[in-house]
C-alpha cells in the first residue's frame, strides 16, 4: 500500500497548521495489477491509544475530528454499552465480535437472517470489561447481529462471502474485565495527530495491511496481487490446487493463508479430512513427497531438490532427507524451496508461537477456535513411511532450525507447545504472508 500526501509544505508550515487544523480526512481505494479494485471494506484500528472504526463498500473515506476532544467522547460512553464493528466483514471463514460493557448484567447475542428469522443464540450474565465472540456464518449471505443488554440495544449487519451447508453459530472466546479505577467507558475511535494507525484493506480473497501516523489529509492505495505457486509445484489433487485465501488474526495482526497447504477447503473441525492438507519434509520443495500417499525410498539427496516426489525414509542420525544438511531451504520468501505461493512463507518460531499464545486455550481446542482453524492433521513417520496421530495430532513447521533439528508448533486435545524435531519428519505447512 502506498500513501500520496494531498499537501506539500515546508515542515514548519505543516506543523502550524496541523495545531489550527481540528479534521483530517484520509481516503482509500484498491488496485489489483494495474486496475481499480472495489474495497469490501477498511478496518482502522489505533495501535496508540486503542480503539478501532470500519468503512464498509463504498464509503471509503474516514474524518477523524480532533476538536472533539477524547475526554469528552469517553465521557459520552461512560454508561453505554459499545459493539465495536465484526472483523474481519465481510466474512469469509468466521468474524470476531468484541463487546464493551460497562457494568454487570445478562447479555444476549443474536443472529438473524435478513426476514429476521433467529439462526443462532449466546445468552448469559456477563461481567464489566470487553468481550470476544466468534461468529460462523452458515448458508445464508446477509446477516443482522442484534446485541442487548440491560436497556441497550445495537445493531450490526454482517457479509458471507462464502456461505457453506453448515448452520450459523456464535461462541464465546474471552474477556478482558474493566481495571480497577478505569473508568467504564471506551472512545470507539479515539485519535489525535501523530497517533500510529494501521489500516486493513479487504477486497475479496485478499488482505493488506499498512501502518502509518497521519498528521494531514492523506490518500492511501491498497494494493493486492494474484498470487501463484512456484513453477514445479506438485499438486497432490491436480484438479484441486490449495486456494489461496486470507485470513488475519486481529491479535497478532498478521495474515495467514486460511488453509493449510494441500488442504481442500478450511477445517470444520480439528478432524476435517478435507483440511488436513500436506505432510512436507522440513526443507523440502513441493515435489510430491509431501502427497499422503507418496511413495518412500531409503535414498538420501545429496543436493536440494531430490529429483523425484517419494518420500525419504530409514536414515540415522541427525535423521535429515538431505546429506549433507542445508539450513538454507525454507528462509523466507526467496528460500531455494519454498513451497508457498508468490508473496508467502513459513513462519519463524516466534510467530507460530505468538499465533499459540493468541488462542483461547493452549490445546487443540484453541488451535481450532482460533481465525487460523488449525487441525490435527498428524504427521508422516520417517521410519517407515506410515502416517501418524491423524485426528489427534497438530504438528507445523517453522522456518527456525535448532542444531541438527527443527522448530515446530505441536498441539494435541490437553497441550500445545513449540519445540524441536528432526527433519525428515512430514508436517502441515501453514504459509504466512510476507509484508
Known amino acids: ?21 481540528t479534521t ?3 481516503t482509500f481505494t484498491g488496485e489489483v495489477n494495474g486496475s481499480h479494485q472495489s474495497l469490501d471494506s477498511v478496518l482502522i484500528q489505533n495501535l496508540t491509544q486503542g480503539g478501532d472504526t470500519t468503512l464498509y463498500g463504498t464509503d471509503t473515506v474516514l ?30 471463514h468466521t468474524s470476531t465480535i468484541r463487546l464493551w460493557l460497562p457494568q454487570d448484567g445478562p447479555v444476549t447475542l443474536r443472529v438473524l437472517d435478513l426476514p429476521g428469522r433467529e439462526l443462532a443464540t449466546y445468552s448469559r450474565s456477563l461481567g464489566a470489561g470487553e468481550h470476544s ?18 436497556d441497550q440495544r445495537q445493531v450490526q449487519k454482517l457479509i458471507s462471502l462464502q456461505p457453506g451447508n453448515r448452520n450459523s453459530q456464535i461462541s464465546y472466546t474471552g474477556h478482558q474485565p474493566a481495571p480497577s479505577g478505569m473508568r467504564k467507558g471506551k472512545s470507539a475511535f479515539p485519535w ?6 494501521r489500516f486493513v ?11 502509518d501516523n497521519p498528521m494531514l489529509s492523506s490518500s492511501y492505495t491498497f494494493y493486492f496481487s494474484h498470487a501463484s505457486y512456484p513453477p514445479g509445484t506438485v499438486h497432490c489433487d491436480p484438479s484441486n490446487p490449495t486456494a489461496i485465501v486470507d485470513v488475519i488474526n486481529p491479535i497478532t495482526g498478521k495474515i495467514w493463508m486460511d488453509r493449510n497447504l494441500g488442504a481442500a477447503q478450511v477445517a470444520t473441525s480439528s478432524t476435517d479430512s478435507l ?22 525410498t531409503t535414498s538420501l539427496s545429496s543436493s536440494d531438490q531430490p529429483g523425484h516426489g517419494s518420500f525419504i525414509i530409514g536414515m540415522g542420525s541427525p535423521w535429515d532427507w538431505r546429506s549433507p544438511q542445508n539450513i538454507n531451504l525454507w528462509q523466507g520468501v526467496n528460500g531455494v524451496n519454498n513451497p508457498c505461493p508468490t508473496g508467502y512463507r513459513l513462519p519463524t518460531e516466534v510467530e507460530l508461537n505468538a499465533e499459540r499464545l493468541s488462542w483461547s486455550s493452549s490445546n487443540g481446542a484453541g488451535a481450532f477456535t482460533s481465525p487460523l ?32 533439528s527443527s522448530m515446530a508448533l505441536l498441539f494435541r486435545s490437553t497441550i500445545a507447545f513449540v519445540f524441536f524435531l528432526d527433519r525428515a519428519v512430514g508436517f502441515s505447512v501453514r504459509c504466512l504472508k510476507d509484508i
Open 1 to 21: 500500500m502506498k500513501k500520496h500526501l494531498l499537501f506539500v509544505c515546508l515542515f514548519a508550515t505543516a506543523v502550524s497548521y496541523v495545531t489550527a487544523q
Open 373 to 404: 482453524k488449525f487441525p490435527m492433521a498428524g504427521y508422516h513417520n520417517y521410519s517407515d513411511g506410515s502416517l501418524g496421530g491423524v485426528g489427534s495430532y497438530g504438528r507445523y513447521w517453522s522456518s527456525t532450525v535448532s542444531g541438527t
Open 24 to 26: 483530517i480526512q484520509l
Open 192 to 197: 489525535v495527530p501523530g497517533d500510529d494507525l
Open 63 to 92: 474524518v477523524l475530528d480532533h476538536g472533539i476532544g477524547i475526554e469528552d467522547r469517553v465521557s459520552d460512553h461512560a454508561n453505554r454499552m459499545i459493539l465495536h464493528p465484526p472483523f474481519p466483514n465481510p466474512v469469509t
Open 133 to 150: 465472540f466468534t461468529f460462523t456464518p452458515g448458508r445464508e449471505n446477509f446477516y443482522m447481529l442484534v446485541v442487548e443488554a440491560a
Open 201 to 211: 484493506g479487504f477486497a475479496t480473497t485478499r488482505i493488506e495491511i499498512e501502518v
Open 275 to 296: 483440511a488436513y492438507g500436506d505432510l512436507y519434509q522440513w526443507g523440502r520443495f513441493a515435489d510430491g513427497h509431501q502427497c499422503r500417499t507418496s511413495g518412500t
